[in-house]
């Protein structure tokens, strides 16, 4: 009997693991191919993976609520020595499956940096990459990491723990190898008044979304910009023609395509601002993937991405934005959906807000937020000098990593992403 070591698959470019939600087979039983074999979950998205083959599953490696690293074998199904892959792949060295101990792990990060400590600890841990790149940015030893309270599964170190230390000051820094130092500062541990009332336990995604953010202010220093843009003769075409553009495409328009046509031509313009930061090299992105970010029914958010926006007109923007948000709304989205953005934006003024602070969406460096548009009385000048006019005027606010945007670039682009949307061709046609 042949046997099939069914593996963890890619979900994504910078995922590297994905927890499992539920198995739909048990062992024993018989598994087709292309059948729904359980049910994964990652920072991103849920997704169902089907088999790849057919036949019976032998062995289930682990339980729901693990978290896998991707390439890792998960299951092993008997398939009667049938080949059933398809057409076959180019081999992928895929990693080993490893716990690393302190000491193992020790001589690893000392390559890379002569910060790491040599210190052994009696007790034997495992960290993920993603925990051991942080702490090696944070010159953070194996020693220590090992001393931070862990609120993951079976004593995991999850990152919020580890930001939550780095937060608190990392009191344990300079602690002896076995017992802690009385006489070393630590920030007090105040027992603050939180409160009565109803206790809501997070759900996994609201997790993620917290450990998301809490990563991004460590990891970017924000500054946010603003501006103010008269987008009067874009509402004006918009509001004649929507029923039209509605007929013609059977679409509706709404204001978020407009806007994201605006911020394509604008990063056209200043290709600086669609990068990432890898250590010290910038990766200019040669795509223009925009993510939106959308509110889920349960109030979560996900950020769905339209990809090649310069390239797509008007109606291929609306058509891509409605469908990616009703998606979003009917919980549809896929990994692919949100994967690769290069630059996000908010419409906080669907919830009314004026302006907004907006957090980078790692890792991207910037987070356009539009707000709401409201009539003013502006001062306009007209050839019979200024008059006082009522304006449909909006704010913009930029935030932006100032490791690699300065002041002029993030001026720059938020201004022409401004021009782009005040000079607004109001004789523009929509066939």
């Known amino acids: 009997m042949s046997k099939f070591e069914f593996k963890m698959p890619k979900l994504g470019e910078s995922i590297t693991e994905a927890a499992i939600i539920t198995w739909f087979k048990s062992e024993g039983d018989t598994v087709e191919k292309d059948e729904m074999l359980l049910e994964v979950a990652t920072d991103k998205v849920d997704s169902e993976v089907p088999s790849t083959v057919s036949g019976v599953i032998s062995e289930l490696k682990y339980q729901a609520n693990e978290v896998i690293k991707i390439g890792e074998v998960i299951a092993v199904i008997d398939t009667n020595g049938i080949e059933q892959e398809g057409p076959k792949k180019k081999k992928e060295v895929k990693p080993k499956k490893e716990h690393v101990s302190i000491a193992q792990s020790k001589k690893r990060i000392q390559k890379t940096t002569s910060e790491f400590t040599d210190i052994s600890h009696k007790n034997n841990k495992f960290f993920t ?96 910009a603003y501006v103010e843009a008269d987008l009067t003769e874009l509402v004006k075409w918009r509001n004649e023609f929507k029923a039209d553009f509605q007929k013609r ?58 990809k090649d926006a310069n390239l797509k007109n008007l109606p291929e923007l609306a058509e891509k934005v409605n469908s990616l948000a009703e998606q979003a709304r009917t919980n549809n989205l896929k990994a692919d959906d949100i994967k690769g953005g290069t630059f996000t934006i908010s419409n906080v003024g669907t919830f009314g807000s004026v302006m907004g602070t907006p957090i980078i969406n790692q890792p991207e460096v910037a987070i356009l937020a539009f707000g709401i548009i409201k009539k003013r009385a502006e001062v306009i000048e007209t050839s019979d000098g200024d008059e006082i006019a009522i304006r449909q005027i909006m704010y913009l606010s930029l935030s932006f990593d100032h490791r690699v945007v300065d002041g002029y670039l993030g001026g720059s682009f938020l201004r022409s992403v401004a021009d782009n949307l005040e000079q607004f061709d109001k004789n523009r046609t929509i066939s």
């Open 249 to 306: 495409y059977n679409q509706k328009l709404t204001f978020t395509p407009l806007f994201i046509e605006a911020v394509a031509k604008a990063i056209e313009k200043h290709p600086m601002i669609n990068v990432s930061v890898d250590g010290q090299t910038i990766i200019v992105k040669d795509r223009i993937n925009i993510g939106m970010a959308t509110a889920l029914p349960n109030g979560n958010l996900i950020v769905p991405v339209v």
């Open 129 to 224: 990459p993603l925990i051991e790149n942080i702490a090696k940015t944070h010159h953070i030893s194996y020693d220590e990491l090992a001393r931070i309270p862990a609120s993951g599964k079976q004593g995991r170190l999850r990152k919020s723990d580890l930001f939550n230390y780095i937060k608190q000051g990392r009191p344990y820094k300079f602690a002896g190898k076995e017992i802690l130092d009385d006489n070393v500062f630590r920030l007090p541990q105040l027992n603050l008044d939180k409160g009565k009332g109803r206790h809501v336990e997070m759900d996994r995604m609201r997790r993620m979304i917290a450990d998301h953010m809490v990563y991004s202010k460590h990891t970017s220093p924000h500054v946010t």
